[in-house]
């Protein structure tokens, strides 16, 4: 029996495939041709979209608050 693709696995795979080239050097404007998306920013949003920030975008404490 033939598995049927789920519907976001083609923009997962193209994520992927993008997120793979990058690592290899790729310059972002190539990256987004060759992946099809209709430019460096859509690829760019695309995958801050994707993937949970590495960091805490929240407020930052502040020197001496509290203390």
Request: glycine residues 0%; proline residues 7%.
């Given at each position: 029996q033939v598995e049927r693709a789920q519907p976001g696995d083609a923009v997962t795979l193209r994520l992927e495939q993008a997120r793979w080239m990058r690592s290899q050097g790729m310059p972002v404007?190539?990256?987004a041709q060759r992946t099809g998306y209709r430019?460096?920013?859509a690829l760019t949003a695309a995958l801050?979209?994707?993937k949970p920030?590495?960091?805490?975008?929240g407020a930052a404490p502040r020197d001496g608050v509290g203390h």
């Open positions: 404007t190539e990256v430019s460096p920013s801050r979209r994707s920030a590495l960091r805490d975008d």
